[in-house]
């Protein structure tokens, strides 16, 4: 009973330090929660993560309507950021990674045509736009 007991604890260090255990507890100790995000999901880049943050705590966009497409396939990450009662006074368009240096006037952004030359840009930062409804 007591060699499985060793054992046990043998197999379990082993485990630990086969995933790096220790520093990845020493990273999460280190680093905020929001670094750690931004470093995983990107911040104009992946899923936006950095980016979408920024605006959520700039402009309380999670609070109201917003349309925001992802043009490098990656999944949207409204559910983060979930708020279950959302005004009605303000409506965003949020475009993240959007491939060429130039946004087009018309654009589709979740199965909707937007004219983009009838809103207000409020916000760029390298690809990723944030507008809003006049």
Same mark, same amino acid.
Not at 14 to 25: C, M, Q, R, Y
Not at 40 to 62: A, L, P, Q, R, W
């Given at each position: 009973?007591? &060699?499985?007991?060793?054992?046990?604890?043998?197999?379990?260090?082993?485990?630990?330090?086969?995933?790096?255990?220790?520093?990845?507890?020493?990273?999460?100790?280190?680093?905020?929660?929001?670094?750690?995000?931004?470093r995983?999901?990107?911040?104009?880049?992946?899923?936006? @993560?950095?980016?979408?943050?920024?605006?959520?705590?700039?402009?309380?966009?999670?609070k109201?309507?917003?349309?925001?497409?992802? @043009?490098e396939?990656?999944?949207?990450?409204?559910?983060?950021?979930?708020?279950?009662?959302?005004?009605?006074?303000? &409506?965003?368009?949020?475009?993240?990674?959007?491939?060429?240096?130039?946004?087009?006037?018309?654009? &589709?952004?979740?199965?909707?045509?937007?004219?983009?030359?009838?809103?207000?840009?409020?916000?760029?930062?390298?690809?990723?736009?944030?507008?809003? @409804?006049?």
């Open positions: 009973m007591k &060699k499985i007991n060793i054992l046990l604890i043998i197999f379990f260090i082993f485990l630990f330090h086969f995933f790096d255990g220790f520093k990845n507890i020493y990273k999460i100790s280190k680093r905020s929660y929001e670094s750690r995000m931004e995983t999901h990107g911040y104009c880049g992946k899923e936006s @993560f950095g980016f979408y943050n920024e605006m959520v705590k700039k402009y309380d966009i999670n109201y309507r917003v349309i925001q497409q992802n @043009f396939s990656y999944p949207l990450l409204r559910g983060l950021f979930y708020e279950k009662e959302l005004r009605k006074d303000k &409506k965003f368009v949020l475009i993240l990674n959007y491939p060429n240096s130039t946004l087009p006037n018309l654009l &589709k952004v979740e199965g909707i045509d937007i004219n983009l030359s009838k809103l207000n840009l409020i916000e760029q930062k390298n690809n990723c736009y944030l507008y809003i @409804f006049n």
